[in-house]
């Protein structure tokens, strides 16, 4: 019956598994290697949660964070998959969430952790027992709320998650601290305490409340919501750990799942949704803290040295909101054909700001300044690029084989100007007379795939299909600039193009995909 590559796993089997989180979980799976599905890229994965997408188009990552206790089914699909399936290169991985039972359930576990190891040099402060530094809270609660007639009933996760993390930094020196050039003296003012420099915290919910308008008509109403933060380590600061930045994100998706079935061969699936992203960091949170310091304070002498003071200069704020709307339809037009047909639409809403401050050269000024809109080191715009898909799916069903064939078309509008010359230096001083319009990206994707046995037990399955996924949106929009509906993209002509720059009308990635397999 099966006619690609794929894994399922229920809640039962996912309880008796030793992991702790849905990464764990799905590194389990065969061909998958931190979060890389057969070799692939991290970002050539699609993550659904109910048939709902829930990447963050920005570097299409999983944009949620749900708890295994609310997974009733994981669904890992590998290989060369249906057309219902879209903005995939890898693999696809869908989870269905529990709903709520007809009886009261309360779950509650915890644990608790520390990191030990002999290598101080490398792990100090992990030498000695100092405590519980990893603790983990998690409660789930279900069941049927009263005056429905058991017809209404909800799910909830939540999970409260503090690590200090295994690497800790000396604070040998304070971030005002340096060499001080003019007396030949290094500055030294720190209290050589160890400080946590990976450390996190994280909280999230996972509710769903289900309501069985008919015993045919079903709606669900889901929320999944988390709340991170986070230290990145910096190595260069080892000794100055106070100052590497604060990192910060939030997740929100807020769906509905409305199924109908509306005959004994036939039912349709509408969903809704908004996904929501934020991720901002910074070491202060005023722009002109009084504790700053300039970028050359305490800076390092090499490549393998570390710092003697300073403190990380950059701060970003991204926010990408995502709206979903979806209709599905399955039919059993016939003995042998199953029908499956179905629509999407996407908008997207990505606001970006990034910059970094350097010291302040202007004659008779000190201290610290900060890059001006539509220049060098400063990255500000808002983009709403739109997305549409539609596919049909046949499911051919015979004594000695099933076949799948499948049409899917793709559509993507970046929504935005690109210059009309890519080759001119001077892209940062262009009017709006030199941008042209993007012309939307489109594909039609035939996908075909052939499942037949060979044995009492052995199946083989042939599969042959084309794929399409449009660029993360960094790699869009990166190093441009907005402002009162101009489009600038800033470049510093001093200065040698060694990184990339965003360019919106970057071609889609396009795969072929052919495969064979064999179970047993």
């Known amino acids: 019956d ?5 894994a ?34 991290l970002g050539e994965v699609a993550y659904l949660v109910d048939g709902i997408p829930v990447n963050d188009p920005y570097n299409n990552s999983r944009g949620i964070e749900i708890e295994n206790s609310s997974i009733q089914q994981l669904e890992v699909i590998s290989g060369t998959f249906n057309a219902e399936y879209g903005q995939a290169l890898s693999a696809v991985v869908n989870l269905v969430t529990k709903e709520g039972g007809q009886d009261y359930e309360l779950n509650v576990n915890g644990f608790g952790g520390f990191f030990l190891s002999n290598n101080n040099r490398i792990f100090p402060n992990l030498d000695t027992f100092d405590g519980i530094t990893a603790r983990s809270m998690e409660a789930s609660v279900s069941g049927p709320i009263p005056g429905f ?31 001080d050039p003019s007396v030949g003296i290094l500055f030294n003012t720190g209290d050589s305490a160890f400080v946590p420099m990976n450390n996190f915290e994280e909280n999230t919910f996972n509710g769903k409340l289900t309501y069985y308008i008919t015993p045919s008509l079903k709606v669900n109403f889901g ?4 709340d991170n933060f986070g230290r990145g380590y910096d190595h260069s600061f080892r000794f100055v750990p106070d100052g590497i930045k604060d990192n910060f994100r939030d997740n929100l998706n807020f769906n509905m799942v409305l199924n109908h079935g509306f005959s004994k061969n036939g039912y349709y699936t509408i969903r809704a949704a908004r996904n929501m992203n934020q991720y901002v960091g ?59 047909l179905g629509v999407e639409y996407k908008t997207h809403n990505i606001e970006q700001f990034f910059t970094a401050f350097r010291s302040n050269n202007i004659a008779g000024a000190e201290g610290i300044i900060y890059p001006q809109p539509f220049s060098v080191g400063q990255e500000d715009y808002q983009k709403k690029p739109i997305e549409i898909s539609a596919y049909l799916q046949d499911k051919i069903e015979f004594q000695d084989f099933i076949m799948n064939i499948g049409l899917r ?55 042959y299909g084309h794929f399409f996924q449009i660029p993360n949106f960094e790699f869009l929009y990166g190093g441009i600039s907005d402002s009162a509906g101009v489009t600038r993209f800033i470049i510093d002509l001093g200065a040698d193009l060694n990184g990339p720059r965003g360019n919106p009308d970057l071609e889609t990635q396009r795969t072929t995909t052919y495969e064979i397999g064999f179970k047993q």
């Not at 399922?8 to 764990?24: C, K, Q, S, Y």
Request: aromatic share 10%.
């Open 409 to 463: 078309y793709d559509y993507f509008d970046p929504n935005t100007l690109v210059p009309a010359d890519l080759q001119d230096p001077n892209l940062d001083f262009l009017g709006q007379d030199n941008l042209r319009d993007i012309d939307p990206k489109q594909q039609v994707s035939p996908r075909m795939s052939v499942a037949f046995p060979i044995s009492a037990d052995g199946v083989i399955h042939v599969a």
């Open 149 to 179: 007639g058991g017809n209404m009933r909800f799910f909830a996760t939540g999970r409260t998650l503090r690590s200090d993390g295994h690497i800790y930094g000396i604070r040998t020196f304070n971030t005002s601290d340096g060499y």
């Open 282 to 340: 910074y070491l202060y949170e005023d722009l002109f803290d009084p504790r700053y310091v300039i970028p050359e304070q305490g800076q390092a002498n090499g490549v393998n040295s570390f710092r003697t003071g300073g403190n990380q200069s950059d701060r970003y704020d991204r926010t990408t909101t995502t709206d979903v709307a979806k209709l599905d339809l399955r039919t059993q037009l016939t003995k042998e054909h199953f029908i499956g």
């Open 8 to 41: 399922t796993i229920g809640a039962e089997e996912i309880a008796a598994l030793p992991v702790d989180d849905f990464n764990e979980l799905v590194n389990i799976q065969a061909g998958v290697v931190d979060g890389h599905f057969r070799g692939g890229r």
């Open 2 to 6: 099966v006619t690609a590559s794929v």
């Open 223 to 226: 929320l999944l919501w988390a």
